[in-house]
Structure formats: C-alpha cells, structure tokens
C-alpha cells in the first residue's frame, strides 16, 4: 500500500467495512467434512451418514437392446445407455411416465435379465429420449448375477481395445 502514489481513503468506499474482516475459510481444507455446530441438541446428536459405494456403472451406448414391457402388457423397445445394479439410462423413442412400474427384459452377457424396474425423470437426446430407470425389488441372486456379468463386459470391452 505504501507504494501507491495515492492514498485511498476509507470514505471513499462506503460500502467496506473500514477493518479487516476475519477469514471463515481454512487455508487448507480438512479431509474429513465436518458438521456445523449449533445450539440445538437435536443437531449435536446428530452423526454424519456413513459412506456408502457407489456401484460402478458401464456404459453401453446402446449396445444393448432391451423390451420394456408396461402394466397394460404392451410392449416398446429401448436401448441400453449405461447400466448398473441398481438401475440404469435407456435411449427410448418416447418417454415414459415417471414412477411408472415397468418389467425390463435384456441380455448383458450370458444371462437374461428380467427384472422390475420404476420409470424416473426422462431428458430430451438429440435422438430420442434418455428415460432413467431404477430396479425395485431386484433379489440378492439377481444382483450378484447382474453384477458379475457387468463386470466381465468389461474386462473383455477393455481386453478387446487392448488388443
């Protein structure tokens, strides 16, 4: 400041306080996340939620087709974008109504899956429509099948490009 060849004086701006505020901000972030503290004992109780995986997806794009069969027993067809184990993102030619129960049948590997599934939030693609969907009521067996095979698509995705 001593350098300037003006001073600045503090009526000048107003609007600043005239002292030096202090920093909420530490230089270096902690690596844990920590709780604001407040009055109340309801929120001092209160834990933070453990952290739970996130189950890797694969992404597909639409190399996967996939029968979406709807309550009324009709029938559409939709392509695979990405999938996981506990639901997935579909190219279809139009949305579905979100909350919507459906039945999706496909084949990722050597198994064919056959699994209910609820419709959410559908996004507008340049081709068509991304309907996310999430697996209601997916049995253990069926997880750990859907897992397995999710898996080996990828090693032999990764092996192909390897070679």
């Not at 300037?4 to 996340?33: E, G, I, Q, W, Y």
Request: charged share 25%.
């Amino acid at each position: 400041m001593d350098d300037l060849p003006f001073k600045l004086s503090t009526s000048f701006f107003r609007n600043l306080a005239a002292t030096k505020p202090r920093c909420h901000t530490l230089p270096v972030m902690p690596d844990t996340p920590e709780t604001p503290q407040t009055g109340s004992a309801s929120a001092a109780a209160a834990k933070p939620a453990p952290e739970t995986d996130r189950p890797f997806r694969v992404k597909l794009r639409g190399s996967v087709l996939t029968i979406i069969r709807l309550p009324n027993q009709r029938q559409l067809r939709g392509k695979l974008h990405q999938l996981s184990i506990t639901g997935g993102l579909m190219n279809v030619e139009k949305p579905l109504d979100e909350k919507l129960k459906v039945e999706l049948i496909f084949r990722v590997g050597e198994v064919t899956i056959r699994e209910k599934a609820e419709m959410l939030f559908p996004m507008w693609a340049t081709q068509g429509w991304l309907q996310p969907f999430r697996f209601v009521e997916l049995p253990e067996q069926s997880r750990d099948e859907l897992k397995r095979n999710l898996q080996s698509f990828v090693q032999a995705t990764q092996s192909a490009a390897a070679s």
